[in-house]
């Protein structure tokens, strides 16, 4: 008999218990026997190299046992990522790198060694300031994701010049540092020949692929464990410094080894997002419809590693544009090198864009809703394929119901209330529902239950029970039926939580081995084998073609906010999202990942900024004292909904990605909220009372 369906309901946390309790082991928390701690030293200058390293003081303190350097430390391979090309040479190429490791018997020893190491550097002239007009600004080939780093239709500047209404809009942003609750952390140990690795990471299989090059392994050599993460947006999405030093100093040693990257050591190690200058320029119609639309992004890198943050990407996808522009430029400077971060290109690049579409709407006079629905293309514009699924003009006016849209004075700077000024702001949301090849495979016991296994990372998300789920179903049992094995390169390999591709990725890949099993089951007519049965299944067919559909997931975003004419001081009163992401799995961990998003949002929107010490060379907020994130008082109304979507054209269940649209229109939503509240537009983030109080009537 079958079960129930599992998907669609909101099943609780597989391992809210474990979590709660403090039984989930983290990476830090695997201390083998004999296990020794490691404390990097960092370059204290933005660029030179290193000419001298005194390490006497510091292998003279108890329990030091070895101090690494480039002139001692394991050689290692090329990686391909240089940010992993640690103690290989005396270069420095920014403040941060690290030039050195102390292993001892302690943490607090490890650290005492460390400042008792005295390094020499032979000093270069450092550049670590973008600017608009900076000489090195050079267009890269692509962006990330392969995107073209250019892309042109139309004519542009014709059809701008002879628009009826033109917004030419400039906003910048300072970087930001992505500071997930768990710091990155690495345990390793070599067995016989093996590596071994705890480590916190969004995806072990990177990691193992990282290792096996640098230290010229097989495959079969390293095991890579990513059990239990506290988080990441981004930042660990690839392999960081850390888990190669523990596994350089566990060879050299031969004794495990343990790193925790210090908080205030994130910000130069383990990548931020970049930050940004961006222009967006709009020609319409008096009517509001859009005839040229231009986003330029002027961004930077390091100059060991070239990042390009994908920003003007979703001007080639959200509106009518028959003549457009979309161009990122780089800048390669002596800073660390920027990464992923939360939904990268889309949050940014959705800023810019959806500021200047509320300046269209101001100088149209159109409701910035009903601009929005004006300019609905019928195909994705860059592509001209179809949409498997475009629900944002729903979700703009099924949210605008909600957030009471329709009671709103459209003049900017009237609603007030003493010293505050109150105001409403929408902006839309978009991110493309990826799939990567997957593998998996599930297991029928005698006693009528069933074991998954594919190498998913759970990151907080919920990946575990929503697994658990879409298994149940394929399988027509009951939730309680099906045990998930996750985080290890020993399971079926897969791919890494990131790209809000996770779920679609390895379900797509569970069900189709769960079907297959459930399928050879029903051809059993007595009792399973003492072995029971196993399938394995993997989805490289059904990802090797480019899809014919543009899929993506859409969103809508309202926010009212008030600000302080007195202290230029901005708080939000309420956040409402609306969003159209296929079917969704598990309504109680969907919400959580709607509004985490918004939360983040929201600090991008009015605290989250990190600036560059010019004559330093080094980030100024580099822990959570300085950089500022939200807390629960931040938040005092938060809402998310969604529209239910069939969409046919996506995997098996029918879900597109919801782990980053959350934040992708938060932040103008709010500045665009800001505006109506004041009367000014303030276009550069973050939104504090410095920037906003001498604009302020």
């Avoid at 003279?60 to 391979?77: S, W």
């Avoid at 003492?530 to 993506?552: C, H, L, N, Q, S």
């Avoid at 939200?630 to 938040?635: G, K």
């Avoid at 239910?644 to 054209?649: F, G, N, P, V």
Wanted: net charge negative.
């Amino acid at each position: 008999m079958t079960s129930a369906p599992a998907s669609g309901t909101p099943a609780v946390r597989r391992e809210a218990r474990a979590k709660v309790t403090g039984t989930a082991r983290y990476a830090a928390d695997h201390t083998p026997r004999g296990c020794a701690h490691g404390w990097p030293v960092r370059a204290t200058v933005a660029r030179g190299r290193v000419t001298a390293i005194d390490t006497a003081a510091a292998t003279a303190l108890p329990g030091v046992i070895a101090v690494l350097t480039h002139e001692n430390a394991p050689r290692v391979h090329q990686p391909d990522d240089a940010t992993l090309a640690l103690l290989q040479d005396a270069e420095v190429p920014h403040r941060g790198w690290y030039v050195a490791l102390v292993v001892a018997e302690t943490l607090h020893e490890a650290r005492a060694a460390a400042d008792a190491v005295r390094i020499e550097y032979d000093i270069d002239e450092h550049d670590v300031r973008l600017t608009a007009d900076h000489p090195g600004i050079y267009t890269p080939e692509k962006a990330n994701g392969g995107y073209p780093a250019v892309r042109e239709r139309g004519d542009f500047d014709a059809a701008f010049a002879a628009a009826a209404v033109r917004v030419d809009a400039a906003c910048t942003m300072t970087a930001q540092h992505n500071h997930p609750m768990e710091p990155h952390a690495s345990t390793a140990r070599w067995e016989d020949g093996r590596l071994v690795v705890h480590d916190s990471s969004q995806g072990s299989n990177a990691v193992r692929e990282a290792l096996t090059r640098l230290f010229g392994l097989e495959r079969q050599q390293v095991t890579v464990v990513s059990d239990h993460v506290g988080g990441g947006f981004g930042c660990k999405g690839t392999p960081r410094p850390h888990v190669v030093l523990a596994a350089m100093a566990a060879r050299h040693t031969g004794r495990p080894v343990k790193i925790s990257v210090p908080r205030r050591e994130m910000a130069t190690v383990v990548g931020h997002r970049a930050p940004m200058l961006q222009r967006v320029r709009l020609g319409a119609g008096s009517d509001g419809v859009i005839g040229a639309l231009a986003h330029e992004v002027i961004t930077q890198s390091s100059r060991i590693k070239e990042f390009v943050e994908q920003a003007a990407v979703p001007a080639r996808v959200m509106y009518t544009s028959p003549n457009s522009r979309t161009v990122h430029r780089l800048a390669a400077l002596d800073v660390p090198t920027p990464s992923w971060m939360r939904a990268p290109g889309e949050t940014p690049g959705m800023y810019a864009l959806e500021s200047a579409m509320d300046e269209l709407a101001v100088a149209t006079g159109v409701d910035p809703v009903e601009l929005r629905l004006r300019n609905e293309p019928d195909a994705e514009p860059d592509s001209g394929r179809p949409f498997s699924s475009r629900n944002l003009a729903r979700c703009l006016r099924e949210g605008a119901r909600r957030f009471g849209w329709q009671q709103r004075d459209p003049r900017p700077g009237v609603r007030r209330e003493g010293n505050l000024l109150v105001g409403s702001g929408v902006a839309s949301a978009m991110y493309p529902a990826l799939i990567v090849a997957s593998t998996a495979s599930a297991h029928a016991d005698r006693d009528g239950t069933f074991l998954v296994r594919t190498n998913a990372t759970d990151i907080g998300t919920g990946a575990r029970t929503v697994l658990a789920q879409i298994a149940a179903d394929a399988l027509g049992v009951s939730l309680d039926a099906v045990r998930i094995d996750i985080g290890s390169t020993d399971l079926p390999a897969a791919p890494l939580a990131g790209g809000s591709a996770g779920t679609a990725s390895w379900g797509s890949a569970v069900h189709k081995a769960c079907s297959e099993l459930a399928a050879r089951l029903a051809g059993f007519a007595g009792e399973l084998p003492p072995e029971g049965v196993t399938v394995t299944a993997d989805t490289e067919a059904e990802t090797r073609e480019e899809p014919p559909f543009a899929r993506y997931a859409f969103g809508a975003h309202f926010a009212e906010v008030q600000a302080d004419t007195v202290t230029g001081e901005v708080r939000v009163r309420r956040l409402l999202g609306m969003y159209a992401a296929g079917r969704i799995l598990n309504p109680r961990t969907a919400r959580s990942q709607f509004i985490g998003g918004m939360t983040m949002g929201l600090g991008m929107a009015l605290m989250e900024g990190s600036t560059m010490d010019a004559a330093f060379g080094d980030f100024a907020e580099c822990d959570l004292a300085s950089y500022h994130v939200p807390v629960c008082a931040d938040v005092p109304e938060i809402e998310a909904h969604w529209i239910s979507e069939d969409d046919r054209h996506l995997n098996p269940m029918g879900s597109k990605g919801i782990g980053e649209i959350g934040i992708v229109g938060t932040a103008a939503a709010i500045a665009n909220a800001v505006h109506h509240a004041v009367g000014v537009r303030v276009r550069d983030l973050p939104l504090t009372p410095d920037r906003l109080l001498p604009r302020l009537p």
